[in-house]
């Protein structure tokens, strides 16, 4: 049980075009997901947190016109990076957390992002 | 603001040698904590979590890890390592808004 997917797994795109990652829960309903990035050799730096049916709440210093991420229902969220730049290359991680489980997220897989 | 370290960016150890990870926090509170294993360009996988009781935690695949408030330690171990344990592992503690500050991992390299 628990299990949360993300599509595609990898992307390659162009700078300046736009990108869209899923991230499902599979077996569950997800109140709140979070999306993270992953720098090589680094650890996880929280983006953002997401409610469904709500705006998404960015952490300090991540631009939310450039990462766009939606909510629209309990079993998905959806990352998208817009007018994608080489920096933005990395692991992008989400995970879901269910109803009164605090603190209990489930990571999807991981989508490694490569903006050529 | 709460904050996880792990001192040590690598370890190896040889198979079947026992293995202690270390993580320290930063909390005003009971902390929940957690620790976390990533294998190359995967997710993170839940090893196991402490969040009040008994303050040595078994999880899963043979490891446990013991709360120690007086140090501010969650260390993880596991008495016998096995070639498929080399990942990268993160220490976590919850923080305000259900969210998780993460410690910057360690690589376990497992030699045989």
């Known amino acids: 049980g628990a299990v949360v997917s993300q599509h595609p797994s990898r992307v390659i795109c162009k700078s300046g075009t736009s990108v869209k990652i899923e991230c499902r829960s599979l077996?569950?309903?997800?109140?709140?997901m979070f999306w993270y990035r992953q720098f090589p050799k680094k650890s996880l730096m929280l983006m953002a947190t997401?409610?469904?049916?709500?705006?998404?709440?960015?952490e300090q210093g991540v631009e939310k016109d450039k990462f766009l991420i939606n909510h629209a229902s309990l079993t998905l969220s959806t990352l998208t990076v817009t007018s994608a730049h080489p920096e933005d290359s990395s692991f992008y991680i989400c995970?879901?957390?269910?109803?009164?489980?605090?603190?209990?997220?489930?990571f999807g897989p991981g989508t490694r992002l490569t903006v050529t | 603001a709460q904050s996880v370290t792990q001192p040590d960016i690598h370890i190896t150890v040889s198979e079947g040698a026992s293995l202690e990870l270390r993580c320290n926090y930063s909390?005003?509170?009971?902390?929940?904590l957690f620790w976390y294993v990533q294998s190359p360009g995967q997710g993170l996988q839940l090893l196991l979590k402490?969040?009040?009781?008994?303050?040595l935690v078994q999880g899963i695949k043979g490891f446990e890890a013991e709360f120690k408030r007086s140090q501010s330690s969650f260390n993880l171990r596991k008495p016998s390592v096995h070639w498929s344990d080399a990942a990268e592992y993160f220490c976590?503690?919850?923080?305000?808004?259900?969210?998780?500050?993460f410690g910057a991992g360690t690589i376990l390299r497992v030699k045989s």
């Open positions: 997401s409610n469904e049916g709500s705006k998404a709440t960015y």
């Open positions: 995970s879901a957390s269910m109803p009164g489980r605090a603190y209990e997220q489930y």
């Open positions: 077996d569950f309903q997800a109140t709140t």
């Open positions: 402490y969040f009040s009781g008994d303050t």
């Open positions: 909390y005003g509170a009971t902390p929940y």
């Open positions: 976590a503690v919850g923080a305000d808004g259900n969210k998780l500050v």
